[in-house]
Structure formats: structure tokens, C-alpha cells
């Protein structure tokens, strides 16, 4: 095991040159400081040195939060990880009972007074019936930014409580998403949907499908990568990246860290192998948003703390399945160019555009947050894309349907 101060260095790099982000970090977290006691947020924490990898990762803890307490965050530099669980927290914080307007009416009713309505029935809950027409329901206007309709959802589709035994719809943190502006929540709230559709279809893929994605991190020239690359190996874990990118046509990637030794083994743990996920109109970006949420991983089983994870996840042995995802042979980056890079206008456009390429005409936006606070809080939903695992009604889509179909 290194020593704290033998842990091999990243390459000196803005953070902002990697993310896609108006403020610097310190800019953001002197933007949120204040509103962090009125949202309950009690200690924000570094982590990393808790594991031998160097890479930063802080923790944002929310005691009467209505979801999960503990909130992790990662990055590149300690601004970065110390922004990213601050706004994590926030974000679950806020989307507990966010203060937004919302109307009571049937379906029926809305929609007669020629407002469009998207009931999401893709999200209700298992055992639970779907929106009838002349039902009462809590509504919330949200934007379809794709027809620029105003468009009504669920209310609780939108939140994230956990507080309700028996919740209508199901409820996650896929698309909730904060920025320094709407804009800047937006984008990455629909490249968060775009990775997790990315990831349910690969998952959906046989076996050998999954394996050929398998490659070399290093093939795609990056110092940063490089640098995160040289640190896990020194810490004596090994990494393993592949490309999930679906036919929305967005950088999308999932990596694997464990110890070097995983594949010798005669019997591993489930938490002996992490994983991280990440999407980006630049493959390095997505790929190092993958890294380090599989860094960010490990250190969450390490630390202990989180409240969603219980005893018996120690326990579990690790499935053949992601044994065999470190056995994969890696081979190099095909030559993709990085697409839209520019403005957060442009960015977002260029993912709006990739969209509507793939038959999506629908992504709407409900914005979380008073229109007069310093930052954003949305949860954007895009019912078309397949959705993580999760007690729903329906699994998949149709677009998991689809590559269901194709797989056998």
C-alpha cells in the first residue's frame, strides 16, 4: 500500500477545462454556501484519504433528508469532488419537497383546457395501476424542450421522497440534476438520461456483445486519463473501460476497478469490484466521469457510511458476470471525434439534436428551484429512454424491447 505522500499526481489541469460548467467550483460552492443549513446539509468531508488512490472524493452529509443521507462526490481536483457531493446534496435536498407550484385536476380535465399532458406511465410504480383519464392528480408544469410545449407531470414522478411505504410512481435520482443556471441542470440531467439508457441497452446485449466493447483508456490520449490510469495502478488495482455509446450517438462509458489479483481469485466479494458510468459529447470527458465515479465507489463501500448500502452487500460474492468484464481484452479506441464542444447553448443543442436523430421528440424540463436563487435544481425527464433497474410496473421501454429483440 502507498503511502499518502507517494500517491502519484494528476497532471496539472483547470477543472473546467473538463467539465461542462459557467463558474469555476469555488465560484459554485461560494454561490450555495449559504443555502446549505436551510437545506439541512450539516458537514461536507473529504474522503480520499481513506483509500490508496489518491483521486479526490468528498462526502455532503443531509441527517433528516427525506432520500439518502449521505451524498459523494468526485472530480479531478478537491474543489471539484467538494462541489459535486455539495450539489448532490442539494439536489436530493431540494427535490424532497421542492417548492413549485402544482395543480390538482384529471388528465381529462387539463387536457380540455388545451394544455398537454404526459402522465409517465413508463415510471408507475410496481403494483400500482397507471393514470386514468378522470383521475385527481397533483400536476407540475414542466417544458419540453424539444416542441417547446409547456407540459404537465406527475408531481410525484418529479420528487424524490422516500418517506412514502406505498409511492405511485417510481422514484430515482436519474435526471435530477444542479447547475449554476437552468441550462447548465438541463445538460447534465439529459446526459445523465442519455448514460443510463446507454447502459440498460448494453446490459441488455449477450455476453460476447458486452465483452467486444472492452477498450484501452489510454488509446484515447488523454493526461488526464493517463494520470488516473497510473494512480490505480499503483495503488494495485487494474481498470476496465467500455464503450456503451447507443445509437443516440453520445460518448457513453462504464469502467470497472478492482484488484489486480480479482481474476485469480478462487472466491471475490461484491464489492471487490466497483463500477462508475459517465456520458459526454467528448469521449475523454465521459470516460473520466467513469473513473472516477467507480473510484468514487469503492471509497462509498469503504467509508461505510452510506445509508442505501446494508450488511449483507459485504457479504454477496462477486457474480461471474462482472468477473468476467476484468478478464476483457482491451483494444483501442476507434477514431471518434468530439462532437458539439463550445457554449453550454451549443452543447446542449447538439445533444437536443442527437435526439430528435433518434426518434426522441420528447425531453422535458421542470425546474426545482426559485427562479431567484443562485443556482438550479431540475429533474428532466425523457420517457422514450430506457430507465436503470428499479421496482416499476414496466421494465423496459421500447427501445429495451427492441434491443432485446436483436441481442439473441
Same mark, same amino acid.
Given at each position: 500500500?502507498?503511502?499518502?505522500?507517494?500517491?502519484?499526481?494528476?497532471? =496539472? *489541469?483547470?477543472?473546467?477545462?473538463?467539465? *461542462?460548467?459557467?463558474?469555476?467550483?469555488?465560484?459554485?460552492?461560494? $454561490?450555495?454556501?449559504?443555502? +446549505?443549513?436551510?437545506?439541512? @446539509?450539516?458537514?461536507?468531508?473529504?474522503?480520499?484519504?481513506?483509500?490508496?488512490?489518491?483521486?479526490?472524493?468528498?462526502?455532503?452529509? &443531509?441527517?433528516?433528508? %427525506?432520500?439518502?443521507?449521505?451524498?459523494?462526490?468526485?472530480?479531478?481536483?478537491?474543489?471539484?469532488?467538494?462541489?459535486? &457531493?455539495?450539489?448532490?446534496?442539494?439536489?436530493? !435536498? /431540494? *427535490?424532497?419537497?421542492?417548492?413549485?407550484?402544482?395543480?390538482?385536476?384529471?388528465?381529462?380535465? +387539463?387536457?380540455?383546457?388545451?394544455?398537454?399532458?404526459?402522465? #409517465?406511465?413508463?415510471?408507475?410504480?410496481?403494483?400500482?395501476?397507471?393514470?386514468?383519464?378522470?383521475?385527481?392528480?397533483?400536476?407540475?408544469?414542466?417544458?419540453?424542450?424539444?416542441?417547446?410545449?409547456?407540459?404537465?407531470?406527475?408531481?410525484?414522478?418529479?420528487?424524490?421522497?422516500?418517506?412514502?411505504?406505498?409511492?405511485?410512481?417510481?422514484?430515482?435520482?436519474?435526471?435530477?440534476?444542479?447547475?449554476?443556471? #437552468?441550462?447548465? !441542470?438541463?445538460?447534465?440531467?439529459?446526459?445523465? $438520461?442519455? =448514460?443510463?439508457?446507454?447502459?440498460?441497452?448494453?446490459?441488455?446485449?449477450?455476453? =460476447?456483445?458486452?465483452?467486444?466493447?472492452?477498450?484501452?483508456?489510454?488509446?484515447?490520449?488523454?493526461? @488526464?486519463?493517463?494520470?488516473?490510469?497510473?494512480?490505480?495502478?499503483?495503488?494495485? #488495482?487494474?481498470? $476496465?473501460?467500455?464503450?456503451?455509446?447507443?445509437?443516440?450517438?453520445? !460518448?457513453?462509458?462504464? &469502467?470497472?476497478?478492482?484488484?489486480?489479483?480479482?481474476?485469480?481469485?478462487?472466491?471475490? %466479494?461484491? @464489492?471487490?469490484?466497483?463500477?462508475?458510468?459517465?456520458?459526454?459529447?467528448?469521449? !475523454?470527458?465521459?470516460?473520466?466521469?467513469?473513473?472516477?465515479? &467507480?473510484?468514487?465507489? %469503492?471509497?462509498?463501500?469503504?467509508?461505510?457510511?452510506?445509508?442505501? @448500502?446494508?450488511?449483507?452487500?459485504? =457479504?454477496?460474492? +462477486?457474480?461471474?458476470?462482472?468477473?468476467?468484464?476484468?478478464?476483457?481484452?482491451?483494444?483501442?479506441?476507434?477514431? %471518434?471525434?468530439?462532437?458539439?464542444?463550445?457554449? +453550454?447553448?451549443?452543447?446542449?443543442?447538439?445533444?437536443?439534436?442527437?435526439?430528435?436523430?433518434?426518434?426522441?421528440?420528447?425531453?422535458?424540463?421542470?425546474?426545482?428551484?426559485?427562479?431567484?436563487?443562485?443556482?438550479?435544481?431540475?429533474?428532466?425527464?425523457?420517457?422514450?429512454?430506457?430507465?436503470?433497474?428499479?421496482?416499476?410496473?414496466?421494465?423496459?421501454?421500447?427501445?429495451? /424491447?427492441?434491443?432485446?429483440?436483436?441481442?439473441?
Amino acid at each position: 500500500m502507498l503511502l499518502k505522500d507517494q500517491m502519484p499526481e494528476l497532471p =496539472e *489541469a483547470c477543472s473546467s477545462t473538463y467539465s *461542462a460548467r459557467l463558474c469555476t467550483p469555488e465560484e459554485t460552492l461560494g $454561490r450555495v454556501a449559504s443555502f +446549505l443549513p436551510r437545506y439541512g @446539509i450539516t458537514r461536507v468531508s473529504r474522503l480520499t484519504g481513506l483509500d490508496n488512490i489518491g483521486v479526490p472524493v468528498w462526502s455532503a452529509v &443531509a441527517p433528516n433528508a %427525506r432520500s439518502i443521507v449521505i451524498h459523494h462526490g468526485k472530480g479531478i481536483t478537491d474543489a471539484d469532488a467538494k462541489v459535486s &457531493a455539495t450539489m448532490e446534496a442539494l439536489e436530493r !435536498a /431540494i *427535490a424532497g419537497s421542492p417548492s413549485i407550484d402544482t395543480v390538482t385536476a384529471t388528465q381529462a380535465s +387539463l387536457e380540455l383546457e388545451g394544455r398537454v399532458v404526459d402522465n #409517465l406511465a413508463g415510471l408507475i410504480a410496481q403494483g400500482q395501476n397507471e393514470v386514468a383519464n378522470d383521475e385527481m392528480l397533483t400536476w407540475v408544469q414542466g417544458r419540453n424542450v424539444l416542441s417547446k410545449a409547456e407540459t404537465w407531470v406527475p408531481y410525484e414522478a418529479v420528487i424524490l421522497d422516500r418517506t412514502p411505504e406505498t409511492p405511485r410512481f417510481w422514484q430515482s435520482s436519474d435526471g435530477l440534476a444542479s447547475g449554476n443556471t #437552468l441550462l447548465e !441542470a438541463s445538460l447534465h440531467g439529459v446526459l445523465e $438520461r442519455i =448514460e443510463r439508457d446507454a447502459e440498460t441497452l448494453w446490459n441488455i446485449a449477450n455476453a =460476447e456483445q458486452r465483452l467486444k466493447t472492452c477498450l484501452d483508456p489510454r488509446s484515447l490520449l488523454d493526461p @488526464i486519463i493517463d494520470g488516473l490510469i497510473t494512480k490505480i495502478e499503483s495503488a494495485d #488495482l487494474k481498470l $476496465r473501460l467500455f464503450d456503451i455509446t447507443s445509437d443516440i450517438g453520445i !460518448a457513453c462509458f462504464v &469502467a470497472f476497478l478492482g484488484p489486480t489479483s480479482i481474476t485469480s481469485r478462487s472466491t471475490s %466479494r461484491f @464489492i471487490d469490484v466497483t463500477k462508475g458510468s459517465g456520458a459526454h459529447l467528448d469521449p !475523454a470527458r465521459a470516460t473520466i466521469r467513469a473513473i472516477t465515479e &467507480a473510484i468514487q465507489s %469503492r471509497l462509498t463501500y469503504i467509508s461505510g457510511a452510506r445509508d442505501d @448500502i446494508y450488511p449483507d452487500t459485504f =457479504e454477496r460474492p +462477486l457474480p461471474r458476470e462482472i468477473l468476467s468484464y476484468m478478464k476483457a481484452e482491451p483494444k483501442p479506441l476507434p477514431s %471518434r471525434k468530439t462532437i458539439g464542444l463550445g457554449p +453550454l447553448e451549443d452543447m446542449f443543442d447538439t445533444v437536443l439534436k442527437h435526439l430528435k436523430a433518434a426518434s426522441i421528440d420528447s425531453v422535458i424540463v421542470v425546474p426545482l428551484t426559485p427562479t431567484d436563487f443562485p443556482f438550479s435544481v431540475a429533474k428532466v425527464l425523457v420517457p422514450d429512454l430506457e430507465n436503470p433497474p428499479g421496482e416499476r410496473k414496466r421494465r423496459f421501454e421500447a427501445r429495451g /424491447i427492441s434491443k432485446a429483440l436483436f441481442s439473441l
